[in-house]
């Protein structure tokens, strides 16, 4: 790895908490930023790899959606999850 020096400002808290990590690891700070920024890419990596965005995904639930009928579902969703008796 090329190394550079660069400063950045974090707030007292994030640099604190990054410090604890390395100590409790015992290992440099350095390498827990690594580590996290492997960690985000990995994940970007699967949201791109994902077929569908959450958008379209959500798209199609739509699609499915049927009509129950029930106007007063969130009120008396135990009688139509459960059979109890209405309110």
Same mark, same amino acid.
Request: charged letters at 25%.
């Given at each position: ?8 400002? @974090? ?9 604890? @990590? ?6 440099? @700070?350095?390498?827990? @930023? ?54």
């Amino acid at each position: 790895m090329d190394t550079a020096i660069v400063t950045i400002q @974090l707030p007292v808290k994030l640099y604190d908490d990054l410090q604890s @990590l390395a100590a409790e690891e015992q290992v440099a @700070l350095v390498e827990v @930023l690594a580590r996290l920024v492997a960690a985000a890419r990995q994940r970007r990596e699967r949201l791109d790899d994902c077929s569908q965005t959450p958008t379209q995904a959500f798209q199609r639930i739509l699609e499915r959606a049927t009509d129950l009928g029930v106007a007063d579902l969130s009120e008396q969703h135990d009688h139509y999850l459960y059979g109890t008796g209405r309110q």
